[in-house]
């Protein structure tokens, strides 16, 4: 009789206490508990890689720079200076200052796009995320320029995962708050904790 009655005081504690904190609080210890030292969820380094495609995008940028130069400098004006030989209208002036000017223009865009994707996609591809001691932060490690990497620490709940890691083909872009774009983590890398990373990097949070 006496344990049926604690039970009723306890039923309705809670019933009259629904803001009491209780399950947010056993989360937060029990993952406080289940990470007790740092954890490498994913890794994928692929310096040489980023190597490659940072000199593959100089390259570009050089070959359509000399391009846009090469038009801006050598291409010459052809129409007839004579005012009374009639100009033939089937044939295009490439020298003249609106097309020069305009693919001038298109070279240097073309090279400048090209660049941008590549330095883009470097910063934006990650080689690694570390869940720091007690479950609060991650780190976050970006293959960077030529493959030298970059890395930066926010609190676990300013990252969302888009997507769970089977649903995507490829990449699993996670959304970090304050910062634009996705970062993407690529599914040839490997996850040492499959169970951790769905709880806590690879889980949806509204940011």
């Not at 660049?115 to 001691?133: D, E, I, N, P, Q």
Request: with cysteine; charged share 20%; hydrophobic share 45%.
């Amino acid at each position: 009789m006496r344990l049926l009655r604690l039970l009723g005081d306890a039923r309705a504690w809670l019933r009259f206490r629904p803001e009491t904190p209780l399950i947010p609080a056993l989360s937060r210890s029990l993952r406080a508990e289940s990470v007790s030292q740092d954890v490498v969820l994913f890794r994928y380094h692929r310096p040489r890689f980023f190597r490659l495609l940072g000199l593959f995008c100089g390259a570009q940028v050089g070959f359509w720079a000399y391009l846009a130069h090469f038009g801006f400098t050598e291409l010459r004006d052809t129409r007839e200076k004579s005012s009374g030989q009639q100009q033939d209208g089937q044939k295009r002036n490439l020298g003249s200052p609106l097309w020069r000017a305009g693919f001038t223009f298109s070279c240097l865009t073309v090279g400048g796009l090209i660049m941008a994707a590549g330095l883009l996609f470097s910063r934006r591809s990650v080689s690694a995320v570390t869940l720091h001691r007690g479950g609060e932060k991650v780190t976050l490690v970006t293959a960077g320029v030529f493959g030298l990497g970059s890395s930066f620490t926010v609190p676990l709940r300013h990252i969302s995962s888009m997507a769970h890691r089977s649903e995507v083909p490829a990449m699993i872009p996670l959304k970090v708050k304050g910062r634009p774009l996705y970062f993407l983590l690529d599914k040839q890398g490997q996850v040492s904790n499959a169970k951790l990373f769905d709880l806590t990097v690879g889980a949806y949070r509204k940011l």
